[in-house]
């Protein structure tokens, strides 16, 4: 069978027609700062939900929207990172069939590196996506291999920007030495490109952005989410239904808190206590987030009262049996807080089963994934 690629394709034949060193920097240093971002902020997520163990007592608590900002812009980087590789992709692959395919020990590096670069992006992009979807058609657990290919992305971009430190700064200026003898139809069809390109991001990000910046949320046309959807006007990750607390779980429920004075409180004598007032976000680590208003118990008053000394951790344990987020932990940075409560109400209601009724926890700067609900027990530690 005929390849429909020259047989041989040389340096020579990838300069020409948007298949240049200029464009492949101007859209290489936009991809670099989306992945940049998106790798900052993945830390972040990363340490927030899985706190080494020096700093699981010391993570702070404020800015109230810290986490909510960042994982949104984790997402929202991630998807305009899908356009921006695409078109990379398209400007730099007559490389790919470059012959001979291997010159030398360190051409053979290289293009190992490229390989390693290439496939880690595209899976980074499409896991992420597919995870926002909730959608997991593989048989791994996404939160490590996100995490781990993370690292090795980040790796693979830093070695390729260093080998290609060189041709990345004869182009990093439109009239760097190199691009002045293109002809300029190149130069136009190169800013034809760049506006399309420009207009593909721009289009992604307004039609998705609107899941956690909220003034653009009538646009949020494509995300999975909407913020406004959802009983008590916020959107449900797990329902009761699917966590099996009904009815009858909390029938004779009480909560049990432990410490060096342990005791247990019905919902009649929570309501009884001291109720404050907090407007805080639910921020998914899907990206989606929403600020509601919640009244409760502050969780200080609560560990005050069994005796905990202050610099405590506590442990948050759900109704629900099973699933991934029924136990969290909390730093004594965030329990002590006085924005920290153990939530009995929701922009103005009594919570919903699917919200976490009786009580969840809604902290500040805090991933919806650590917000637990259905709460039946604190413990200090
Ligand atoms: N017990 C329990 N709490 C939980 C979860 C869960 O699966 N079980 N999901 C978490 C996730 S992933 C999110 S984003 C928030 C969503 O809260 P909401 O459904 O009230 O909006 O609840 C969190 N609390
Ligand atoms: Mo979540």
């Known amino acids: 069978m005929k390849s429909p690629f020259p047989a041989r394709l040389s340096d020579a034949s990838f300069s020409g027609r948007l298949h240049d060193a200029r464009t492949a920097t101007v859209i290489g240093r936009l991809l670099g700062a989306a992945v940049a971002v998106c790798f900052v902020t993945g830390l972040i997520s990363h340490v927030w939900q899985h706190p080494p163990a020096f700093l699981a007592n010391a993570l ?6 810290g986490y909510r900002v960042s994982q949104g812009l984790h997402v929202a980087c991630g998807i305009a990172a899908v356009p921006l590789l695409l078109a990379k992709l398209w400007t730099v692959y007559p490389r790919l ?10 051409h053979a590096l290289e293009r190992l590196s490229v390989a390693v670069l290439v496939a880690s992006a595209l899976f980074e992009l499409l896991s992420g ?3 926002t979807a909730q959608w997991y058609p593989w048989p791994f ?3 490590p291999v996100h995490y781990a290919v993370g690292w090795l992305l980040v790796g693979a971009m830093v070695l390729h920007l260093a080998v290609k430190a060189p041709e990345i700064a004869a182009h990093w200026r439109r009239r760097s030495a190199g691009t002045l003898s293109l002809p300029d139809e190149d130069a136009t069809d190169r800013r034809s490109l760049l ?19 909220t003034p653009l949320g009538r646009l949020d046309l494509l995300a999975p989410r909407h913020p406004g959807h959802g009983p008590q006007g916020l959107p449900v990750n797990r329902t009761a239904a699917r966590a099996g607390v009904d009815a ?12 060096p004075r342990p005791y247990e409180l019905t919902l009649r004598e929570l309501r009884a206590l001291p109720q404050h007032e907090v407007t805080l976000p639910i921020a998914c680590v899907e990206g989606w987030s929403k600020a509601a208003r ?3 118990v502050r969780v200080r008053d609560l560990l005050d009262r069994a005796g905990a000394p202050p610099g405590a951790r506590i442990r948050i344990t759900s109704l629900e049996r099973h699933g991934a987020y029924r136990v969290s932990e909390m730093a004594h940075t965030y329990a002590r807080d006085p924005l920290t409560l153990l939530a009995l109400r929701l922009n103005g209601e009594v ?8 009580a969840r926890v809604i902290a500040p700067n805090r991933p919806g994934v650590l917000q637990t609900k259905w709460v039946g027990r604190l413990e200090v530690l």
């Open 97 to 106: 069939f470059a012959r001979p395919v291997v010159r030398s020990a360190r």
């Open 195 to 213: 506006r399309a390109l420009g207009a593909a991001v721009g289009a992604v990000t307004v039609t998705t952005v609107g899941q956690s910046f």
């Open 294 to 296: 919640w009244t409760g």
């Open 141 to 143: 657990s996404f939160v």
């Open 60 to 65: 702070p608590s404020r800015p109230a929207w």
């Open 129 to 131: 996506l597919l995870n």
């Open 351 to 358: 919570l919903s089963f699917d919200h976490g009724f009786p």
């Open 248 to 259: 009858q779980a909390v029938r004779d429920w009480r909560l049990r808190i432990e410490g």
